[in-house]
């Protein structure tokens, strides 16, 4: 019944039209399989829950539909706009169909590996937390796998939390061991402290060696590299503070005290009133300066 279930499960989460374009095209689509076989991998490492061959047959088929309206569109711009010469007016639907179809197919193939590379930059900034978590159950003298068990009961949207309910699954339900299930794991995350977390935690396990011992050592090198990376924030954000004074304080007032001077001998410069390139810079360039300087100190500030 939990097979049942489970199946039933991860049949929805592929979504019926992705099995249905896998029916329709699979056959005729199976020489392009050991062409993007990296595809497999970025698939399996960023946890997508869908087979290799039925996403390259969702890409497929989504870039005919979005090849086929791109066609049309192409018909239509071609009939409104009336291109001279004539030729390149009939060019145009095969043109943006086959663009607009390349494109789809690009942005398609390119999906996995960004989440593969959002899954490494999530994990790098969970395993500092979690890693101190599995030394105090380990401390408390828990198993490998009920630690996995436990830190798959938390009601959080983590990765880590995700993996071990993955691990806890398979356990449970499809009747792996927990070492299989661990090096199964392994393959599906990308490279890094935390498969290198993993596949000692294995080594750990096999050898009958202290996983209180492993974790406390592994947890000391993650808060070590944490502090490390915060030094780095640190002197980075340190930076941008001085590029926001000079950019949104001195700038402003020296482009200010410049235009009022300028305005004494001409009214204008380069075509443009003194008074609008002022309001531009007071309404326009300062507000969109600060706005990037937000959106960029966001980026480098840690999460978590």
Do not use: W
Request: aromatic share 6%.
């Amino acid at each position: 019944m939990k097979m049942a279930a489970t199946k039933q499960k991860q049949e929805e989460s592929v979504g019926v039209i992705h099995v249905y374009s896998y029916k329709l095209l699979n056959e005729h689509i199976k020489f392009l399989y050991p062409k993007l076989k990296p595809l497999e991998k970025s698939i399996k490492q960023s946890m997508m829950p869908i087979p290799f061959e039925v996403y390259v047959s969702s890409m497929v088929f989504f870039s005919l539909i979005a090849g086929i309206c791109g066609g049309i569109i192409g018909m239509i711009a071609s009939q409104i706009i009336h291109i001279q010469p004539a030729a390149i007016g009939y060019l145009l639907p095969p043109i943006a169909g086959i663009s607009l179809m390349a494109m789809t197919f690009g942005i398609l193939q390119i999906i996995p590996a960004v989440n593969v590379k959002n899954r490494s930059t999530k994990l790098l900034e969970e395993i500092p937390h979690f890693i101190g978590y599995m030394s105090t159950l380990a401390t408390s003298g828990l198993s490998l796998e009920d630690i996995f068990k436990a830190i798959s009961k938390e009601e959080t949207g983590e990765d880590i939390v995700k993996d071990a309910r993955f691990i806890t699954r398979n356990v449970e339900i499809l009747g792996m061991d927990l070492l299989t299930a661990v090096k199964d794991l392994v393959s599906r995350t990308p490279p890094g402290p935390y498969s290198e977390l993993l596949e000692g935690a294995i080594v750990t396990a096999q050898s009958g060696g202290n996983l209180k011992e492993y974790f406390n050592a592994t947890a000391k090198v993650q808060l070590e590299e944490k502090k490390m990376l915060l030094q780095k924030t640190t002197e980075a954000l340190g930076s941008v503070a001085e590029i926001y004074t000079i950019l949104l304080i001195v700038f402003p007032l020296l482009a200010v005290i410049m235009l009022s001077i300028m305005g004494i001998m001409s009214p204008s410069l380069g075509g443009f009133d003194l008074i609008t390139l002022m309001n531009l810079l007071t309404f326009a360039v300062v507000p969109l300066s600060g706005v990037l300087m937000l959106v960029m100190m966001d980026t480098m500030v840690p999460k978590r």
